[in-house]
């Protein structure tokens, strides 16, 4: 039985300190106060008034008692750990790290009976155990993780009472107190995009989100901007930059928070004050992203200045807009989908009559079985229904089908082309799944010679069966088949180095995604950082999820049940409603709505990219 399960009198103490807290009459709480649901979308809530509070050990607690009191106080809200520090002896509590890494466990850790020290030492031994299901790490990255806590905690007696003098540094969670704790924002960062950079007007300025979980409610805005200062996470770190050079920390003694304009105002120290304006000016459009994520109202305007006041820069929302994440994705204006002639057809955004598309790809002359249209829905890229050619065309009325751009050696329609996928740089992306000779391939323009793209921890006997990158170009969601058959959906970096005439990338660091998913079948962006994934646990039925880039759960609303999905379509626009390819046909999921079917006869939904 976990420890949430058996707090017993000390969890009436948390509970009745948190009341004590609520009766007192605050002057700041709302008379029409209200609980808020816990989120960990992205979106800013207001924060909730109630606060959790530790309770010191009492005398003549056991060393398991002890232990357990220390955990409880770990998930308080208070800010340096005070409470829980009352339980380790006074040296311990002066070297303890909180802040090295939370460890979340299923159920919650539980504190086994003490042992006393071999050979009459005169301290005691306590092992907490727990279900490991994700491990945060002390750059505030999430990553799931399998496996058993297991750690040591040893107590000695200190003025006559049991206190803990060596444990492991970081927190250990019940994964609902890490829900309440914990909130995910998005820092926010410049792609890395090589030598493609020149391929797309300000190539050097696209904003990459890169998850991070911080304490909801202690110095939230000092914290976001903490660790944006911090610097990107390690699995995305080779293919983003930040504009705040090495060192740069907000100047001592500033709490920060938004005025009552929205301005967010953050002094620098010496090393981040020693900058140019134009390096100042994209340092600020990284803050008012990243921290507009956290806050719960609008930031309006980030002034940066150095340790004295002095102003260094300060830019507007307004001047922010051809910086904002997400802009290489397009408007998404219409849905395509290959249509019941095998014609790529489209509905537009405001309509539930499809039309085919102008030109070729629309004229049914070649019958097709999957599309992808650029982000700026010029160009189209069909794979025919036996999967075996890939064509490129405009979507111009007098366009023409031409030579097949790609063509797959594979025997079967099954070991053939993937349906294709196109990048915010203009470039298409697409898998040959032939067993004879496996291949992920960028075709430059949509058009050019495919280049092979090496993916090193595709081991022999893995393939690629789909694939969706990112528009910013870094990151691509891989759905692969295992050696045993199985399917799994992992996330990898696009490194790109070289020249603009010897190009090189590679797809690197591969990291599971919706791990709980004994069998995925299908997966779509679905926000800067979110990704939509269709897919059965161990034993389960069918269900479409939700998941963040670094696999942790989006805390999304339910989505309706719908049944044998074998396509889904997202944009990373919010805003627009989710597309699946179902036993319905070709359904459409509305803003606070359930499926409506748009055709029984299309197949393969696609937005833009």
């Not at 009341?19 to 106060?33: E, I, K, N, R, Y």
């Amino acid at each position: 039985m976990g420890l949430r399960g058996r707090r017993g009198r000390r969890a009436v103490a948390v509970q009745l300190t948190a009341l004590v807290v609520l009766l007192s009459g605050c002057a700041s709480m709302p008379d029409d106060g209200t609980v808020d649901h816990v989120d960990s979308s992205h979106r800013a809530e207001s924060d909730s008034q109630v606060r959790v509070f530790g309770v010191s050990p009492q005398k003549g607690e056991k060393p398991q008692q002890i232990v357990r009191g220390f955990l409880e106080a770990t998930t308080s809200d208070e800010a340096a750990f005070s409470t829980a520090k009352e339980y380790l002896t006074d040296s311990t509590a002066a070297h303890w790290d909180p802040f090295a890494s939370t460890s979340v466990v299923s159920g919650g850790p539980s504190p086994a009976n003490a042992r006393l020290d071999a050979g009459g030492g005169g301290g005691s031994n306590v092992q907490v155990t727990g279900t490991r299901v994700a491990e945060v790490d002390d750059s505030h990255a999430y990553s799931p993780k399998d496996g058993d806590y297991n750690e040591s905690f040893h107590l000695t007696k200190d003025g006559g009472e049991w206190r803990i003098d060596h444990l492991p540094d970081g927190l250990v969670l019940g994964e609902s107190d890490f829900q309440r704790i914990y909130r995910p924002i998005n820092n926010y960062y410049y792609a890395e995009l090589g030598p493609d950079a020149e391929a797309i007007t300000g190539g050097k300025d696209v904003l990459v989100a890169d998850p991070v979980f911080l304490r909801r409610r202690i110095d939230p805005v000092t914290a976001t901007v903490n660790a944006l200062l911090d610097g990107p996470t390690g699995w995305l770190d080779p293919v983003v930059d930040s504009s705040f050079p090495e060192g740069a920390r907000i100047a001592p003694g500033q709490r920060l928070s938004l005025d009552d304009s929205g301005a967010l105002n953050v002094r620098l120290n010496s090393q981040g004050a020693k900058v140019s304006q134009k390096r100042c000016v994209r340092m600020a459009f990284q803050m008012l992203y990243t921290v507009q994520d956290q806050a719960s109202a609008k930031v309006s305007k980030v002034v940066l200045a150095d340790a004295g006041g002095r102003t260094l820069c300060e830019r507007t929302r307004e001047d922010a807009e051809d910086y904002q994440p997400g802009r290489l994705n397009g408007r998404a204006s219409h849905q395509y989908f290959v249509d019941g002639d095998h014609r790529v057809s489209s509905f537009d955004e405001n309509s539930d009559d499809p039309k085919p598309v102008k030109g070729a790809l629309g004229q049914g002359e070649t019958e097709m079985g999957a599309v992808a249209v650029n982000r700026m829905e010029h160009e189209g890229a069909a794979v025919s229904r036996a999967r075996r050619s890939l064509y490129v065309t405009s979507l111009s009325e007098d366009s023409k089908l031409g030579d097949p751009v790609l063509t797959s050696k594979a025997k079967h329609e099954k070991e053939r082309l993937t349906a294709p996928s196109w990048d915010g740089l203009g470039d298409l992306w697409i898998a040959d799944r032939d067993p004879d000779d496996p291949r992920l391939l960028r075709i430059p323009g949509g058009k050019e010679t495919p280049e092979e793209v090496d993916v090193p921890q595709l081991a022999e006997g893995e393939r690629i069966e789909s694939l969706r990158i990112a528009s910013d170009g870094v990151r691509m969601a891989l759905h692969i088949r295992e050696k045993d058959g199985s399917r799994t959906l992992k996330l990898g970096r696009v490194q790109r180095t070289g020249t603009p005439q010897e190009p090189q990338l590679s797809v690197t660091s591969l990291r599971p995604l919706a791990p709980q998913f004994e069998d995925v079948s299908a997966v779509s962006w679905a926000g800067g950082s979110r990704l939509v994934v269709v897919g059965r646990e161990s034993g389960s039925v069918q269900q479409m999820q939700y998941f963040e880039t670094d696999g942790a759960s989006s805390n999304q609303p339910t989505l309706p049940g719908i049944n044998d999905v074998t396509g889904v379509a997202a944009s990373e626009d919010e805003s627009k409603p989710l597309l699946a390819d179902s036993e319905d046909g070709i359904v459409r999921l509305p803003p606070d709505a359930n499926w409506k079917t748009l055709t029984d006869s299309g197949t393969s939904p696609a937005y833009p990219g």
